[in-house]
């Protein structure tokens, strides 16, 4: 598992709305998590390299000395980020964060249209927790190699993609490729259909499919599980 830099989260399609208003030299810090506060005192909860969202209700009701204690708070704690939505609490950054964010080099991201922060934290965790295919990323490696040497592969497929992999050869062609487009994409629809070159109704269709096989998709450590038995595949331990 390879931790994504904060530039790496805002490239996922879910945050193409995110406009940077500070703490730009700051993009290539590690995040390690993604939680949604709007206390302002979340910062003694954190453990630093977490990027925090809020629609900014508290901040709205704040004096500007408490906005700038809580945009120092989080600095100081070693938070990747604050983004926070412009739509209901509030139309701007208030003036006072902005600068004491610029002065520390405090990244704060905004979203000027209303979000759904669930489809926010969902992306960025699956890519917080996805392996990275590649002799690059050892933990897969490492997975893996243990899994063969034990013996436990072919178990630990079938657990995994068993329903599948009973296929014939043609339809079951069909849905690994399509699964691992889904993981990849962080199952986005549209990009999905993309890299396959298909419609995204074909997308729909196959993953109603592949859910009604393999049962639950949206769990972390579902789709965890999911890439070590793709990658298994890969190596030929499908027999």
């Not at 926070?84 to 509030?90: K, P, Q, T």
């Amino acid at each position: 598992m390879s931790l994504p830099t904060l530039r790496q989260i805002l490239e996922l399609p879910a945050f193409a709305s995110a406009e940077i208003l500070s703490g730009q030299t700051k993009l290539d810090n590690y995040i390690t998590w993604v939680h949604v506060a709007e206390v302002l005192d979340v910062a003694r909860l954190l453990s630093g390299g977490e990027l925090v969202l809020c629609t900014g209700l508290e901040l709205a009701r704040s004096s500007p000395e408490a906005r700038v204690a809580y945009v120092r708070s989080l600095a100081e704690a070693g938070v990747g980020g604050l983004g926070l939505e412009l739509v209901r609490w509030l139309q701007e950054v208030p003036t006072e964060m902005l600068q004491t964010a610029r002065m520390l080099q405090f990244p704060i991201l905004v979203f000027r249209t209303e979000v759904r922060f669930a489809e926010l934290t969902r992306a960025a965790h699956e890519r917080i927790l996805r392996p990275a295919p590649g002799p690059e990323e050892p933990l897969l490696e490492a997975l893996v190699e243990a899994l063969v040497e034990t013996g436990r592969d072919k178990r630990f497929l079938d657990g995994q993609l068993g329903a599948v992999l009973r296929l014939p050869s043609r339809p079951r062609s069909t849905l690994l490729a399509t699964l691992e487009a889904l993981l990849s994409a962080q199952f986005n629809i549209a990009e999905t259909a993309r890299r396959l070159g298909v419609r995204r109704q074909s997308v729909y269709y196959r993953l109603e499919q592949l859910r009604g096989m393999l049962g639950d998709l949206e769990s972390l450590e579902r789709r965890f599980g999911l890439w070590v038995a793709l990658e298994l595949l890969k190596r030929g331990a499908s027999g």
